[in-house]
């Protein structure tokens, strides 16, 4: 099986991973940082918010069960887009909404979803979603990874 990767930042990595693990056609979902200068951050690092590092989560999908556009609607209907470097009670630069895109097929799905989620009227504020070319992605510390699942939650209450 081919498969391809997509990586987002949609606030606490842990609700986003366990979204995306639910979708048929994910194979493998994994928690880490990106965006950043700083080089193999740890969770303490980027909690200061000054390593430039988003909170992303890696996934791997079946091209042939999923579609890339349909990874983007699961994005913009998992967390509020509008709200800069914030998702709920979780503030910094970390938590920002940011969609990082590994092909040019990539980047104009992303920029076209974002246009049409933005016109759709399904957000009262205008949505401040980054796009950015994917940088290295460090895997986050083993006991991030399917977090909710090991603490028996299905999402970050």
């Not at 606490?12 to 979902?29: I, K, L, N, T």
């Not at 998992?78 to 709200?83: A, E, L, M, Y």
């Not at 920029?111 to 949505?127: H, P, Q, T, V």
Request: with cysteine; proline share 4%; hydrophobic share 30%.
């Amino acid at each position: 099986m081919k498969t391809e990767k997509a990586m987002f930042g949609a606030g606490c990595f842990w609700g986003v991973e366990s979204s995306f693990r639910q979708v048929e056609g994910v194979v493998d979902a994994s928690v880490g940082y990106s965006g950043g200068s700083f080089v193999n951050p740890a969770y303490e690092d980027v909690c200061t918010g000054k390593t430039g590092h988003a909170e992303v989560v890696l996934v791997e999908y079946d091209p042939a069960r999923l579609s890339y556009q349909d990874l983007l609607e699961v994005f913009w209907e998992i967390h509020d887009p509008t709200t800069p470097n914030r998702q709920g009670p979780d503030r910094g630069s970390q938590y920002r909404s940011v969609i990082f895109f590994y092909t040019p097929e990539q980047e104009r799905d992303a920029r076209e979803s974002m246009a049409a989620a933005d016109a759709s009227g399904r957000f009262r504020r205008s949505i401040v979603t980054e796009i950015n070319p994917a940088g290295e992605f460090y895997r986050a510390e083993e006991y991030h990874q399917r977090y909710n699942e090991k603490h028996g939650r299905r999402s970050c209450g």
